[in-house]
């Protein structure tokens, strides 16, 4: 494969640019749509701006005249309101001055590109978000159409092969993806061949575990347990009085999750369902709801009927049913989440340490032989937990990683058994190619291992035992005296293992990008990709509930129409009143 990246914009391959400083410029240059005669206040603007592209609103939504009289409203006069041009000019400095700041920290410690593949709303195009991550934080570099080169070799290796030349080959540590298929992993290897260097490219591990959840959902009597499961959360969440009472008899009224990912929302939906049903029985038999007429008041009659229920009432029989008397569903939900509930747990586990690479291989291995321990009964399931284990999760770099953390390496002795050395080796080989000396290296993993030096000093062990979160800064304590393992250590431990989904990335904006426009909108609706995107990243942190900062979201945006009902028109209720 010996083609060069492709970068005109008439080629089959559009590519939305990482609006750079050459386009900034650009956008300094061009005419304002409107002059100011009066302009905000240095604050108010900057009030407003932030607004603006941290909500993603494009550039027609300024010339609104509703807009206007808004802000006139609140100065108490007439304003005129600063060009979009002039603002995404600024926005867009601001960005520029993170990511040189983000770019000095890939080339010191690295950095993980994350490719977020996902299509249309619409379902007919595909496209790949560009992400990079460094210890620092996330960074927004573009948007790609693959739409019609999916299946073509050369040109989606070509496509990559630009991202990998504006971040740095030297740079990237690993390659992280949420796309399984065959042609994605050639094509990357295409691409480190091309230029010469070696870099990992894994699936993210929410992918793998989401993954995993839908392969256990898919087993008859895993989906038995959610069909009624689903029935039961239809049914509150569609009947106005049970939403109302869910407020007083859960502690935090929900039962929904809102995880970004399908499959992890469903189990852990199950989980707070299971956990709630003592209070569900409570709900159900309280004089609120036996006394009440609304208790069999649904807004959605074809809901009941599409069922197999003539009534709400008959609907409600049902549901009551399931909740207060059927031992056997309650028992075998509580069987499924004995399986489900430790994989869920490591993607939990992952988000709360500050190290995420260096517990990923130790909480898989740990969740993997809670499976085991089950029994036999579960051997059909248990046959795709080592599907994706040693098809996914099992790389050299979660090896290097797991061997990197003190915690886990000084208290586990079979760290150090010979399958896992071989992929520890083949990490520091990889790695180690234009950065550190591989017989140096080695010989100070041996140094490492033996607890020898400042290793085995007493503030060292003490750091271990006493401080929950040591990975990085323990390296940085102790490892002075190994300076070349101390850099690489640095290097593996400060990347991730996640995926994009849970900075609850806004595709609307992507998609908006995309559209075929004038070449000046072109422009505007590229650079509030640009922007917007690294605005939500500099403050994101990485949740599985898919929500980072101040982003706000509703449960169940993941779990879709089979699990919850949200009627249209909810009123209020006082609980008690007979009134309608």
């Known amino acids: 494969m010996n083609k060069r990246p492709k970068t005109s914009s008439g080629e089959r391959v559009h590519l939305s640019s990482s609006m750079d400083m050459s386009s900034a410029s650009q956008l300094e240059q061009s005419k304002p749509l409107m002059e100011a005669d009066v302009q905000f206040d240095s604050w108010a603007e900057k009030a407003m701006r932030n607004f603006i592209f941290e909500v993603g609103l494009g550039p027609r939504f300024v010339y609104l005249t509703s807009f206007k009289e808004m802000l006139q409203t609140v100065h108490n006069r007439d304003v005129e309101i600063p060009t979009y041009e002039s603002m995404l000019r600024e926005e867009l400095k601001e960005t520029q001055h993170r990511a040189m700041q983000l770019k000095q920290e890939w ?9 977020d593949s996902w299509k249309s709303r619409c379902g007919t195009k595909s496209f790949i978000s560009v992400l990079v991550h460094c210890s620092k934080g996330m960074y927004f570099l573009r948007s790609i159409d693959v739409s019609g080169i999916l299946e073509d070799m050369d040109e989606l290796a070509s496509v990559f092969s630009r991202v990998v030349d504006d971040v740095g080959a030297c740079n990237i540590v690993q390659v992280i993806r949420n796309d399984a298929s065959p042609h994605m992993r050639m094509a990357w290897h295409y691409v480190q061949k091309e230029h010469d260097h070696s870099f990992f490219v894994p699936p993210c591990a929410d992918f793998c575990i989401n993954l995993l959840l839908e392969k256990i959902a898919a087993f008859d009597h ?37 995880s970004c990912l399908k499959s992890v929302a469903e189990f852990i939906t199950l989980d707070r369902l299971v956990s709630v049903k003592e209070n569900l029985v409570e709900m159900f038999s309280s004089p609120e709801w036996v006394s009440s ?16 229920f003539s009534t709400t009432t008959s609907l409600f029989r049902h549901i009551c049913g399931i909740v207060k008397t059927d031992g056997a569903f309650w028992c075998a939900a509580a069987d499924v989440l004995k399986i489900t509930k430790p994989f869920i747990d490591v993607l939990l586990k992952l988000e709360s340490e500050d190290c995420p690479m260096g517990i990923l291989y130790d909480t898989m291995a740990s969740a993997k032989d809670i499976m085991h321990n089950l029994g036999d009964k579960y051997g059909d399931i248990l046959h795709w937990v080592d599907e994706i284990w040693y098809g996914y999760l099992h790389s050299p770099l979660h090896a290097a990683g797991h061997m990197l953390n003190p ?37 100070q993993i041996e140094v490492y291992k033996g607890r020898s030096g400042s290793f085995g000093s007493d503030s060292a062990i003490q750091q271990i035992v006493e401080t929950p979160q040591v990975t990085v800064v323990w ?77 706000c979201g509703k449960p169940g945006r993941k779990l879709g129409s089979d699990w919850f009902l949200y ?8 609980i008690g009143s007979s009134n309608t």
């Open 107 to 115: 080339k010191k410690s690295g950095c993980s590109i994350i490719m």
């Open 222 to 258: 895993v989906s038995e347990v959610l069909r009624k499961a689903k029935e039961i959360t239809r049914f509150i969440y569609g009947n106005v009085l049970a939403y109302e009472l869910v407020g007083r008899y859960i502690d935090d009224g929900e039962i929904l999750s809102n």
């Open 293 to 308: 007429d609304r208790s069999t008041r649904m807004f959605n009659p074809l809901d009941w009927i599409s069922s197999g």
């Open 407 to 443: 915690r886990v390496f000084y208290k586990d002795p079979s760290c150090d058994d010979p399958e896992l050395s071989g992929r520890i080796e083949a990490c520091t080989t990889a790695i180690a190619k234009g950065h550190y000396d591989p017989g140096r290296l080695k010989a």
């Open 475 to 551: 390296w940085s304590a102790h490892g002075t005296d190994t300076p070349e393992l101390q850099s690489f250590a640095t290097r593996v431990l400060r990347q991730t293992c996640f995926g994009a989904k849970r900075y609850n990335i806004s595709r609307q904006v992507l998609e908006e990008a995309h559209e075929t426009r004038g070449a000046d909108l072109e422009e505007l609706y590229r650079g509030l990709e640009y922007a917007h995107h690294n605005r939500r990243f500099a403050s994101a942190a990485p949740l599985i509930g898919g929500l980072s900062g101040d982003q």
């Open 567 to 574: 009627p249209r028109h909810r009123q209020h209720i006082v």
